[in-house]
């Protein structure tokens, strides 16, 4: 089976949390956020022997695709998949599917995001030939879920339902992110895992689904597989849905495939405070801090850049030439908004 | 009497309290700090045509005098008088006062701290014309007490007197920082000045006082100016003390001017929201900020370089090429124990 495996790393959006680190054409997933390689390079890595480059489609943005070209110089150029606008992740894995069919008919698909920090790479790598080999076989839409270690508020759950191979279960439900309570009972009751974002099934089962659940979408890939110079026209059209909503939801063909892994989405500055060792006062610094009663920052400087704190307490900070940012620990997912403001006021230039 | 006058800009210290935009070798003194032009220049500016280039003393230390000369061209160079060591005032006015008498008798000197802010100029050199003619006549130390226009903490307060001439008044009690009740007392209570710092006496008033309350150090000035060669020997070991606390408060020839000017001593970044304008959300930025639900802040980013504040209020953000600083507003004093750490530290390339 595993010449007819290629991996998809999922690698569009600029990750606009990241800022000021990240910028529209220099997008979270090269930056090294958590490691010491860019993350979509990371992602790559990870998959070690078990899909070559020639076999790994990386989906991206137009704006993005230079910088995550110029980090993945072993991938063929005709690997890159562009997307002509931002659709989320559903119509994204189709136009991979569809590029992998074009190759190969009876492809499967190993679906990765290529902003996730997962370690160990081994146990990765040995999960992912079992979830291929069973979406292979059976036909179904594997999800990995990962046995959570706390009750993290900050992603998605899966319940899990009876088992359907040894180690698969069915998908009993998918819940939305909790809030901190009910993420306890969550950890407290057990079956539930954390939905990673990635996947294993077969290109055309998932032509399928989306044939079945998202029709429209259906109907335009068909067209493409038929004309595939079509995609700057069709693609946009497409409505734009994640894979969970869009199609997991709503399928009874898919399982979950619980790993034991240290796993972290890296959704914002705040994951640095678990990816980054702490010091004795807690604080969490790339680069170079002075803390003086300062205690639980997340800190990040360039190399030669001191960041200085005194007698503030879980603030990010982050540093760059050109611009930095102060915000709450706890409300690092709103630097968002900080991105959307830039665009507004016109400055390009920095977002 | 003018030709008889010399201006003494006491330019000595770092300035810790700005760091990181001050440094051993870049002083808050050469600093814009609150306004456009380094403070030692707007201080010499302030005199205009009171006290020419050429009876202009600048009294600092020899890691500052670099700088400090840089940005005062007009300066002759033997007017930069070097102090071997920091000895605080009471030693470098008498230093000033023994270089001013070996060219001029008769000398009477206006004492300025060259890192305050004062507007506007033409009150104050009227102020400091009066307060020279008062000195010279009447053999008086007079200092120049600025009527406060809030409770101030950080700064002492001088209690006024009678009147021993119009506009002068015998200083009735030197008062240190008060807490905020007794700054408010002093405020509704009337009669109470802040001391400026800023004095005028004749050079010779000076060296008695001094033989009279300090008179170790009286003893090394008479040696000096038997041997003005001698300074790097005698001054180190001249006993530290301010002018305040070793001859003001003891001598019975002080008086205050009372002056109803706009003068603040910028003590550390705090004072910036007293002297950058704030914007609606009441923050106070030198350069460029995005600030989202942030409040109170006192921001400084050099040209091309942005601060973005989210969710955070009354904090100092500081950013230079090398090192940011972020701090509460209210604890901006406390900048100096960053610089000692660093310093203690061994790295003196940052402080």
Redesign the interface.
């Known amino acids: 089976m595993n010449e007819r495996v290629f991996a998809v790393l999922l690698a569009g959006g600029a990750g606009t949390r990241f800022?000021?680190l990240s910028r529209r054409s220099r997008p979270k997933q090269v930056l090294p956020v958590g490691g010491e390689a860019p993350m979509v390079r990371a992602t790559l890595a990870r998959l070690g022997d078990l899909v070559p480059p020639e076999r790994v489609l990386v989906v991206t943005g137009e704006d993005q695709a230079a910088a995550v070209a110029g980090v993945l110089p072993e991938i063929p150029p005709e690997n890159l998949v562009l997307e002509p606008a931002p659709r989320n992740t559903a119509p994204c894995i189709g136009l991979a599917a569809v590029e992998a069919l074009g190759r190969e008919p009876d492809a499967v698909l190993l679906c990765l995001p290529a902003d996730h920090v997962m370690r160990p790479a081994a146990g990765f790598r040995e999960a992912a030939a079992r979830a291929l080999a069973r979406a292979d076989g059976a036909g179904t839409l594997v999800t990995f879920g990962i046995e959570p270690t706390r009750p993290a508020t900050g992603y998605g759950y899966i319940r899990r339902g009876e088992e359907t191979a040894p180690g698969f279960f069915r998908v009993e439900e998918f819940r939305e992110k909790p809030a901190r309570e009910r993420a306890e009972e969550y950890l407290a009751a057990g079956g539930y895992l954390w939905n990673s974002g990635m996947f294993a099934w077969r290109a055309d089962v998932f032509l399928e689904e989306t044939d079945r659940y998202m029709p429209e979408n259906g109907a335009r890939f068909a067209l493409l597989r038929e004309d595939p110079s079509r995609r700057a026209d069709l693609f946009p059209r497409m409505e734009p849905r994640s894979v969970d909503y869009g199609i997991l939801e709503r399928t009874d063909r898919a399982e979950v495939l619980p790993l034991a892994l240290r796993w972290d989405d890296v959704g914002s500055f705040a994951a640095l405070a678990r990816l980054v060792p702490g010091d004795e006062a807690g604080n969490h610094a790339t680069g170079e801090l002075?803390a003086?009663d300062a205690h639980g920052l997340v800190t990040v400087?360039p190399e030669?850049?001191?960041?200085?704190?005194?007698?503030?307490d879980d603030?990010v900070?982050v540093?760059t030439?050109?611009?930095?940012?102060?915000?709450?620990r706890d409300?690092a997912e709103?630097?968002k908004?900080?991105v959307a403001?830039?665009r507004r006021?016109g400055?390009e230039d920095?977002a």
Do not use: K
């Open positions: 800022w000021p002075l003086l400087a030669g850049h001191l960041v200085a704190a005194l007698g503030v603030l900070v540093v030439p050109d611009a930095t940012l102060v915000c709450p409300r709103e630097v908004s900080l403001g830039l006021a400055r920095l």
